[in-house]
């Protein structure tokens, strides 16, 4: 059942209800346009519109947008709703979204719950609204509300629907003030279709165009909202719809909606694989080891989660480092408004920070976060299988270390996982769950239920240098860098990067982490590098003449007063000097050549990292790209985005790259196999 409808006396109550967050498919269209007709059969005075559960309506049925819309469609079943002689209200508690919004714009009263939210969020997906919404929406909230509900698609919660008009009011009980809402009262109110477009604004228009230009860049649908919202403005309704609807069909199968409908339902495919069976240990009080950034970050999303957390440190100074690190997390929760006083009051109560390992002793799961030393974690582990009950699992939050080598020592390396945090850890949503060569399902299954208890994007990960992300990272860096050292600079990369779509390219990015991290890993990696592998030795120079980045006031960029980056001449004679002592001739890279072969040589690791098994599908490498590196989302991640390309195409410029470097640009046998059998890289599988 999708739609219930029933009536008492003259009054009608219908009920979306298609869990679980009602998504509108077909058949709730279809309800939805029988219950009108039943209404006025009935001679009803009034439709009483709500939701079952936790939403009033999700929006539109996100799945059957790859598939040619089925009839009733949307917007006729609206208008049949906003025509009718029955006057519908909508009782709204729970969130109205998309085309859940455009239904109870079409009634003639909204009222919603104070929890609730109403809003236009179809730009998320790469679309606008296609069911009346450009056009109903303006007419109830004017036009300055209008063009950023919909170019921005942020929702509003029930109080700011209210002062914009959206909502008559804001009730505890949606439904029961519905039915008492009085029928002449009702009557009165003009269907929103009649009600007249707001004046067309230049200056409106081109304030909201200049918003997206900077909030959304290269993102059409935004563009394509405004346009509609406009043309609306200055022709009648019913006109205008077919207008919507068509800009509405035309994203909906583009490549930009396809890419954001792909990461939409990715993240939500991020769960536990269903081979792992085990139960998770008690999440209750989390041990954390090291309180500096990571550790004090990883410690308050486990307080924001309402969990203990005990931050283990080494001394009385670290305890102090701690304690002023999750206390300054708080104050920045309480001056952001996302945290009460009492909530704040309640992570101070379950927060600890202690030298004491046996502060720690009830807890079952402990994450250390300590310096990225393989001797300073095995140290650690010792101590914690020492303090913590012995079937404890035990965590490391490394971002390259072996979690192989890291259990040698250990009695039962069963219990280890790795939980690769990315910072700020309260606020990044990537968490890759690393699976060592012996580490139990147990374990495995604890890190991913402590990723669901902390809202985050759980990704399997294997055991390699990297492991997923940082792995593919490191190759990214590297292309980049011999692009650099062979003809270009690094503003000129960065460039290219953010034309593909990067909120900044790999060396602004760089300068913001610190050149030196990436060079403890370079410096770690010497004893086993091929020694016939390019290698690139403009960063370490950089490291030598102490340009770590902001952190130094100088990297690939100049930081002077600590504001915008400048160009740095000596960092792009460094290049130049580099390929003298090398011999290399320079190439004048254009910016499609950069963004090809940074783009490529990711592609082609990402590739190995699925062949490999490190990853298991190529879904996940996409969340990780997207949510881990800031890869462009309305491009759906890493090897959406190589879909897009195709193997063949991608094979055949790879092996002309493998003539001029066959180590750097060795092709990956999971390319090559998609490519001589035409499969997409979205169904390609682990080499095993
Ligand atoms: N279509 C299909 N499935 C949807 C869906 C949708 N619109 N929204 C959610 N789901 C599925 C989701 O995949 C998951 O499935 C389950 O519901 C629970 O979702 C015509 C064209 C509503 C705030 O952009 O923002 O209307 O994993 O895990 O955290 O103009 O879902 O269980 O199999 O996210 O409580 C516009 C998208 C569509 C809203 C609930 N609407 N959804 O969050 O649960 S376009 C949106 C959300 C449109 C019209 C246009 C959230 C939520 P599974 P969940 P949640």
């Given at each position: ?284 009080h989390i041990?954390v ?7 004090a970050g990883i410690a308050y999303a486990l307080l924001n989660a309402g969990l203990r957390a005990t931050i ?14 999750v206390e300054?997390l708080i104050?920045?929760g309480?001056?952001?408004?996302l945290i009460?006083?009492?909530r704040a009051q309640g992570h101070r109560d379950r927060f600890v920070a ?71 850890a309260h ?26 208890k902390l ?234």
């Amino acid at each position: 059942m999708s739609v219930t409808k029933r009536n008492e006396a003259d009054v009608g109550y219908v009920e979306i209800d298609n869990p679980p967050v009602n998504a509108i498919g077909q058949s709730v269209r279809q309800g939805l346009l029988e219950a009108v007709r039943w209404a006025e059969e009935l001679h009803l005075t009034r439709v009483i519109l709500s939701g079952k559960g936790r939403a009033f309506a999700a929006g539109a049925d996100a799945r059957e947008f790859d598939q040619a819309p089925l009839e009733p469609h949307l917007p006729d079943v609206l208008n049949a709703i906003d025509e009718s002689f029955v006057p519908w209200i909508a009782a709204i508690d729970g969130v109205a979204l998309g085309g859940g919004a455009e239904v109870a714009m079409a009634c003639r009263m909204r009222i919603m719950s104070p929890k609730s939210q109403i809003g236009m969020p179809e730009v998320t997906l790469g679309v606008i609204p296609g069911a009346g919404g450009t056009q109903r929406l303006p007419r109830l909230v004017g036009l300055a509300k209008a063009l950023d509900m919909i170019s921005l698609g942020k929702p509003l919660k029930a109080a700011q629907a209210l002062a914009a008009k959206l909502t008559h009011t804001v009730e505890d009980d949606p439904l029961e003030e519905a039915y008492m809402v009085n029928t002449e009262e009702l009557g009165c109110i003009v269907p929103t279709w009649e009600l007249p477009a707001p004046e067309h604004d230049a200056s409106l228009i081109t304030k909201a165009r200049a918003t997206i230009a900077k909030k959304s860049p290269q993102q059409i649908a935004p563009v394509q909202a405004i346009d509609v919202i406009e043309a609306g403005l200055s022709i009648p309704f019913h006109e205008a719809l077919p207008i919507e609807r068509a800009a509405f069909l035309e994203l909906k199968t583009g490549d930009q909606a396809r890419a954001l409908r792909h990461i939409f339902f990715a993240e939500r495919a991020a769960k536990m694989p269903d081979s792992i069976k085990a139960e998770t240990v008690a999440l209750d009080h989390i041990a954390v080891v090291g309180g500096g950034t990571m550790g004090a970050g990883i410690a308050y999303a486990l307080l924001n989660a309402g969990l203990r957390a005990t931050i283990l440190e080494t001394d009385a100074d670290g305890v102090a480092r701690a304690k002023t690190n999750v206390e300054a997390l708080i104050g920045a929760g309480l001056k952001r408004g996302l945290i009460t006083e009492e909530r704040a009051q309640g992570h101070r109560d379950r927060f600890v920070a202690s030298t004491d390992y046996a502060q720690a002793g009830d807890a079952m799961l402990a994450i250390e976060a300590a310096f990225e030393s393989m001797d300073v974690k095995k140290d650690v582990f010792a101590k914690l299988v020492d303090a913590l009950p012995k079937d404890a699992i035990l965590a490391s939050n490394t971002s390259y270390l072996d979690i192989n080598e890291l259990v040698a020592n250990l009695s039962d390396p069963s219990r280890v996982v790795g939980l690769h945090f990315f910072a700020p850890a309260h606020i990044m949503k990537l968490l890759e769950i690393v699976r060592g060569a012996q580490t139990s399902d147990t374990a495995l299954a604890t890190g991913f239920a402590l990723g669901k208890k902390l809202r985050k994007i759980p990704v399997l990960a294997g055991v390699c240098d990297g492991f997923i992300g940082n792995r593919i990272l490191a190759r990214y860096r590297e292309a980049a860098d011999t692009v650099f050292m062979d003809g270009s600079t690094p503003w000129e990369v960065d460039e290219a990067m953010e034309m593909f779509g990067y909120a900044m390219g790999p060396y602004e990015a760089q300068d913001l982490s610190g050149l030196d991290i990436a060079h403890a890993n370079r410096r770690r990696q010497d004893a086993t590098r091929d020694p016939n592998r390019r290698y690139i030795p403009i960063a370490d120079r950089m490291v030598e003449l102490g340009k770590l980045g902001r952190k130094t006031g100088a990297g690939w960029y100049r930081y002077p007063g600590g504001n915008g980056k400048v160009d740095d001449p000596i960092v792009a004679d460094l290049a130049i000097e580099e390929s003298h002592l090398a011999k290399r001739d320079r190439t004048d890279y254009q910016a499609e050549e950069i963004k090809e072969r940074l783009l490529l040589a990711m592609i082609n690791e990402a590739a190995d990292i699925l062949d490999e098994g490190i990853a298991q599908n190529a879904r996940d490498i996409d969340l990780v790209t997207v949510f881990g590196y800031g890869f462009p989302r309305w491009r759906g991640g890493l090897m959406h985005y190589a879909d897009t390309l195709g193997a063949q195409a991608m094979v055949t410029r790879l092996r002309e790259l493998s003539q001029e470097d066959p180590v750097a640009w060795k092709v990956s046998p999971l390319l090559e196999r998609c490519a001589d059998s035409g499969t997409k890289l979205a169904d390609a599988r682990p080499r095993s």
